[in-house]
């Protein structure tokens, strides 16, 4: 009997949500800052252009004239772009859950999904740990933690850049030398490394999200993340009659299918910064990299080489997490939230 009871606990399977810790008032700042599950996921079609014009020049009507609040207006509507406002309404996850595993985790080798020269990108899908703070749907961080002088463009002696992530043991001493002269040439300057500039971040993030949720919305992620809260609303109704000349963009089990974008929580580690000779070679990158993920079969994604058997890779790691540790730094950060952890159900 106690075998029994040890491997009946060993077998039962939860999963992380985060709830209200106390009464949200509409006017929290913080309020909004996490999805739920009826938060609504960024689309293109969803945009109007005065929703837009609005908000940007509604601080302006208290301290402009009405001539100059109609030309500002009018200038707002000539320069309208459904991409970029869409882009700016991707966000993250909360700073401290960001510190918290930044800190005292190590990301699981199973969430990176898309290694380039440009950039990394890990995957977290939604019920991941990390997915559970995000504040869009789908949610996208853009971080740059590597540092290459003159952006990499350092040429050898056959007039080619070195490969910034495999130089040979040819090319190290001589690549040495270099980065020396370079130093001392320009010790009196301002740096030449592109992630220093805050100007420059801001640029790349805004490529990023730009390039990102254009091909997201191409691929049919804001549909699908729909498809999945209304399979959720009436997961318990038998009877919902379905379209079925209407191509599905979700499984039985309420996931995207192969070739739909994934909802979830997408960090992009960029290494090289674009310019305008590798801009082209760096949007591609992006797209492909939504690909990437959209083409990710669930049951081969999720399935873990180590760990227990019969949990994913996400279960494993979300079992690692410490809740009270958690819900001790919400209510430092004064975030008016906490994380539980509840039996699923067969």
Same mark, same amino acid.
């Given at each position: 009997?106690?075998?029994? +009871?040890?491997?009946?606990?060993?077998?039962?399977?939860?999963?992380?949500?985060?709830?209200?810790?106390?009464?949200?008032?509409?006017?929290?700042?913080?309020? =909004?800052?996490?999805?739920?599950?009826?938060?609504?996921?960024?689309?293109?079609?969803?945009?109007?252009?005065? *929703? +837009?014009?609005?908000?940007?020049? *509604?601080?302006?009507?208290?301290?402009?004239?009405? +001539?100059?609040?109609? +030309?500002?207006?009018?200038?707002?509507?000539?320069? $309208?772009?459904?991409?970029?406002?869409?882009?700016?309404?991707?966000?993250?996850?909360?700073?401290?859950?960001?510190?918290?595993?930044?800190?005292?985790?190590?990301?699981?080798?199973?969430?990176?999904?898309?290694?380039?020269?440009?950039?990394?990108?890990?995957?977290?899908?939604?019920?991941?740990?990390?997915?559970?703070?995000? %504040?869009?749907?789908?949610?996208?961080?853009?971080?740059?933690?590597?540092?290459?002088?003159?952006?990499?463009?350092?040429?050898?002696?056959?007039? %080619?850049?070195?490969?910034?992530?495999?130089?040979? &043991?040819?090319?190290? /001493?001589?690549?040495?030398?270099?980065?020396? /002269?370079?130093?001392?040439?320009?010790? %009196?300057?301002?740096?030449?490394?592109?992630?220093?500039?805050?100007?420059?971040?801001? *640029?790349?993030?805004?490529?990023?999200?730009?390039?990102?949720?254009?091909? $997201?919305?191409?691929?049919?992620?804001?549909?699908?993340?729909?498809?999945?809260?209304?399979?959720?609303?009436?997961?318990?109704?038998?009877?919902?009659?379905? #379209?079925?000349?209407?191509?599905?963009?979700?499984?039985?089990?309420?996931?995207?299918?192969?070739?739909?974008?994934?909802?979830?929580?997408?960090?992009? @580690?960029?290494?090289?910064?674009?310019?305008?000779?590798?801009?082209?070679?760096?949007? #591609?990158?992006?797209?492909?990299?939504?690909?990437?993920? /959209?083409?990710?079969? $669930?049951?081969?994604?999720?399935?873990? &080489?180590?760990?227990? &058997?019969? =949990?994913? $890779?996400?279960?494993?790691?979300?079992?690692?997490?410490?809740?009270?540790?958690?819900?001790?730094?919400?209510? @430092?950060?004064?975030?008016?939230?906490?994380?539980?952890?509840?039996?699923?159900?067969?």
């Amino acid at each position: 009997m106690r075998v029994y +009871s040890t491997l009946l606990s060993q077998n039962l399977r939860t999963k992380l949500v985060v709830r209200p810790s106390t009464a949200v008032h509409t006017n929290d700042p913080f309020a =909004k800052f996490i999805v739920t599950k009826d938060t609504e996921p960024l689309s293109l079609c969803d945009f109007q252009k005065n *929703d +837009s014009v609005n908000l940007k020049l *509604d601080l302006c009507v208290r301290s402009s004239t009405l +001539s100059t609040f109609n +030309s500002l207006q009018k200038k707002q509507e000539m320069n $309208w772009d459904p991409v970029k406002y869409a882009a700016s309404k991707l966000r993250g996850v909360i700073s401290p859950i960001q510190a918290y595993v930044t800190i005292g985790k190590k990301f699981c080798p199973h969430s990176l999904v898309y290694d380039s020269r440009f950039f990394q990108l890990h995957y977290f899908p939604q019920d991941h740990f990390m997915s559970c703070f995000r %504040k869009s749907k789908p949610a996208i961080t853009v971080k740059s933690n590597k540092k290459y002088y003159l952006n990499g463009k350092i040429f050898n002696k056959d007039q %080619k850049y070195f490969n910034e992530s495999r130089i040979s &043991k040819l090319d190290e /001493a001589e690549l040495s030398k270099i980065h020396a /002269a370079m130093m001392r040439l320009t010790t %009196k300057h301002r740096n030449n490394i592109p992630s220093e500039f805050a100007y420059l971040r801001r *640029d790349l993030k805004l490529k990023v999200k730009m390039m990102f949720i254009k091909e $997201w919305c191409r691929l049919n992620g804001d549909k699908a993340t729909r498809e999945h809260s209304h399979f959720e609303k009436n997961s318990h109704n038998s009877t919902i009659i379905e #379209d079925k000349s209407k191509k599905r963009l979700i499984d039985n089990f309420g996931r995207s299918t192969v070739g739909t974008a994934k909802d979830g929580y997408y960090l992009y @580690i960029v290494k090289i910064f674009p310019d305008e000779e590798t801009l082209n070679d760096f949007n #591609d990158d992006v797209n492909k990299s939504v690909q990437k993920v /959209a083409n990710l079969d $669930w049951d081969n994604f999720l399935t873990s &080489k180590k760990g227990p &058997k019969g =949990k994913s $890779w996400v279960e494993t790691f979300n079992d690692s997490i410490n809740v009270q540790s958690v819900n001790r730094i919400l209510e @430092i950060s004064k975030f008016p939230f906490k994380l539980q952890r509840e039996q699923l159900k067969d």
